[in-house]
């Protein structure tokens, strides 16, 4: 009987450091790209997200190669995205901004500042890798 006790215990400890080791440090990378047909407007943005107080953590970077883009937290419906606010907006040739903001949105997209259907794809916030 103590050695199935032992055992026991010794499943639950190790199913339970599992379980905190393997939700630390998890975290959802995304790569956005957005560009005019012209060129006139591209950029790129590289985030990282983590889950945080009911929402979404995102740092990274937005670079815009040309004109002005801009990373937007939406909420999607039916493959569109609606309203939305700004995390931020960069303008010119290799200017890089620094992105720390948190969001209750369920998505984000990064947009070419030229009109619609220059958009990046709309990738929905996990905060989670896999």
């Known amino acids: ?7 026991a215990l010794t499943v639950a400890a190790l199913a339970a450091g599992a379980t905190s080791t393997a939700a630390t440090g998890q975290y959802q990378t995304i790569s956005l790209d957005a560009a005019s047909g012209d060129s006139s407007v591209a950029g790129h943005a590289q985030l990282d997200v983590t889950r945080a107080h009911g ?7 937005v670079t815009s190669f040309s004109g002005c883009v801009e990373l937007k937290a939406v909420e999607m419906h039916l493959g569109m995205y ?5 995390i931020v907006r960069v303008c ?3 200017h890089r901004a620094a992105v720390d ?11 070419a500042d030229i009109g619609p ?4 794809p709309i990738t929905t916030l996990t905060g989670t890798g896999g």
């Not at 009987?1 to 055992?7: D, E, G, P, V």
């Not at 609606?82 to 700004?86: A, I, L, S, V």
Request: net charge positive; aromatic share 14%.
């Open 55 to 61: 929402g979404f953590r995102i740092r990274g970077a």
């Open 92 to 94: 010119g040739t290799g």
């Open 1 to 7: 009987m103590r050695k199935h006790l032992f055992t």
């Open 101 to 111: 903001a948190f969001t209750h949105h369920s998505d984000v997209v990064l947009t």
């Open 82 to 86: 609606w309203g939305g606010d700004q």
């Open 117 to 120: 259907g220059y958009d990046s």
